[in-house]
């Protein structure tokens, strides 16, 4: 209980500064499209918009535990259309000023990796250019709905009110796709069902469904009543539509061939909300400040309990920020083993080595792995994590928790005993430079350094410098970690090269 108490607001002031870190979500203008593993969501991006880059597009896995969203591209302007499929993730740009007639449009994919059990995107640095959409000079189009298909992606395209075309890409080419007869004065939507286009056109309060055959089109299915289009989502193989029957309502309903299958209807959730298809599975994603989910039993159409997602650091998805920060420190150590030593040592003192000071250290950390990963259930990746410097807000709160039960266990021995259980089952101890005991007063003050330096644990590959192996606590209190064993006459200053 103490634990979990301890846990809680140390959580909580990681959160505030993630949500600085990371942006929250804004009650405007979300978009989320999902499949079987992958959720995507575009979100305006408050904390890069100094940069004219205010869109974010974020990623969730069904693999992340617990539900984490993690920032992926910025964008400077709002991409005008998005689909998915499998592991893959499509998306179209608004067009040049110049050029109105082409409209960019940009593909990414992303993998689980199991050697250091993430999800990286590829490209890693940014996306792969598809074959641009071309319309007509003279009638520009922007797109309205993008779905994609194992054949490839589709684009329906608005013209101007009532004036749509269809364009699906096929071996590195946008092919125009012949659109069903009488659609005029209709507001039309795509999606997909069963592998088939489903093109849905709603005027006067009636909806019309048209499926896709191999002859053309088929004869439009008619639905009246059902209220205004809000929202639409692919769900497994399966199309969901959203409509409003009456003001304040919100009515879900399965598209078939043959008609509706209607799950629903409740109260509309006052705040921006879309649906999401993932891991075959239904729900609602809502912005309340945060990204909420609520699953939506397909049999039953039950609602279930909301359940926040948690930002996480973009940091989590490249393993680009680990390369540049072992790049930074081996040219930190190169720097400090070049450099003039200034430790003078004490005759007979003898420095512990590095390899036992990191086993001493791992020994130390048993009570805090105890805590977090018994009591808290934190997962074993949490070391990868901090070390990469992409936890979430809840993981930081339990890595700060592991730092402060490690340094505080390890303080209370070293006052007492000068050591602690692990450095002495590595036969190491605490000792001033010039061979006298340390006051308590340098011991604490080295504790807080310390735990300081452990939480930014890339750190610790630069810590220990020679020859005395210092770590910056061990330097700002004048203490070394001395190991068993005597050096004949007192040490000199030595020169690291």
């Not at 002859?215 to 059902?226: F, I, K, M, R």
């Not at 080595?353 to 997962?379: K, S």
């Not at 979430?392 to 050591?419: F, H, K, N, P, Q």
Request: proline share 9%; charged share 20%.
């Amino acid at each position: 209980m103490i634990c979990r108490r301890l846990a809680e607001p140390a959580q909580y002031m990681v959160g505030l500064l993630l949500l600085v870190a990371v942006g929250q979500v804004c009650a405007a203008d979300f978009e989320v499209v999902g499949t079987d593993n992958h959720a995507w969501f575009l979100l305006p991006s408050p904390e890069t918009s100094v940069e004219e880059l205010p869109w974010a597009l974020a990623h969730y896995g069904v693999r992340d535990d617990p539900m984490v969203y993690r920032p992926v591209r910025r964008f400077a302007q709002k991409p005008t259309a998005l689909a998915a499929l499998g592991e893959s993730f499509w998306l179209t740009l608004p067009p040049r000023s110049k050029r109105p007639d082409i409209i960019p449009v940009r593909v990414m994919r992303i993998q689980w990796n199991t050697s250091i059990d993430r999800y990286l995107v590829a490209p890693r640095t940014g996306m792969d250019l598809l074959p641009n959409i071309e319309t007509d000079p003279n009638s520009p189009a922007s797109p309205v709905d993008l779905v994609a298909t194992l054949e490839g992606p589709v684009v329906l395209l608005e013209h101007g009110p009532g004036q749509y075309s269809m364009q699906r890409l096929r071996r590195g080419r946008w092919k125009a796709v012949t659109l069903p007869q009488g659609l005029e004065g209709q507001l039309l939507r795509l999606g997909i069902a069963h592998q088939r286009l489903v093109l849905l056109g709603e005027r006067d309060e009636v909806l019309r469904f048209y499926w896709e055959t191999g002859e053309g089109w088929t004869v439009p299915v008619e639905h009246p009543g059902l209220g205004s289009l809000r929202d639409l989502a692919t769900v497994g193989d399966r199309l969901v539509v959203a409509t409003e029957p009456e003001p304040g309502k919100l009515s879900l309903a399965f598209v078939q061939p043959d008609g509706l299958a209607r799950l629903g209807t409740w109260s509309e959730p006052k705040v921006s909300w879309r649906i999401l298809g993932t891991h075959g599975q239904m729900g609602l994603v809502k912005d309340t400040g945060e990204l909420e989910s609520s699953r939506i039993d397909p049999i039953t159409g039950n609602q279930g309990p909301w359940t926040s997602f948690i930002p996480g650091s973009p940091m989590g998805m490249s393993p680009w920020p680990l390369l540049l920060a072992v790049a930074a420190s081996i040219f930190v150590m190169l720097v400090l083993i070049r450099g003039r030593a200034t430790t003078v040592l004490a005759k007979g003192l003898l420095p512990l080595a590095a390899i036992p000071r990191l086993c001493a250290l791992f020994i130390d950390a048993i009570p805090g792995f105890v805590v977090v990963m018994l009591w808290q259930d934190a997962q074993p990746r949490l070391l990868l994590e901090a070390f990469t410097l992409s936890l979430d807000a809840r993981g930081w709160g339990l890595y700060a928790i592991l730092v402060g039960i490690t340094c505080a266990w390890s303080l209370a021995w070293e006052l007492i005993m000068m050591t602690s259980p692990g450095k002495a089952l590595m036969g190491g101890h605490l000792q001033r430079v010039d061979g006298e005991r340390p006051v308590w007063g340098l011991v604490v003050v080295r504790s807080l350094i310390k735990s300081l330096v452990l939480m930014l644990p890339i750190l610790m590959i630069t810590a220990l410098r020679p020859p005395a192996l210092q770590s910056p606590a061990d330097q700002a209190t004048g203490i070394i970690v001395a190991g068993r064993g005597a050096r004949p006459g007192e040490s000199e200053p030595e020169d690291g090269t």
